[in-house]
């Protein structure tokens, strides 16, 4: 090979060499950025697993009043039933 040629190889070897070192830096930054992406993804699920959360106990919570107003309709209108019955002498 004479140097000419010798040059043009090399020159060629050094673009590659180039665009190689370009790629990896370029897959370098999107790896952080995925990353970063991940960590806010993260965060976000933590933060909606504490909001589910709060909202079952809030439904629970809710479930238990229905329930203590269900008996205590039943209970007045039993009461009421049994004073109507009385007064009236009904039944």
Known sequence: MNAEATLHVDGQ??????????????ARIANAELSSSVEHLTKAVDMLTITVATLRDTINQGRGAVWVIAAAAGTVGAFAGMLVKRVFGLG
């Open 13 to 26: 070897v050094l673009d590659r060499i180039r665009r190689m070192e370009q790629d990896l830096i370029n």
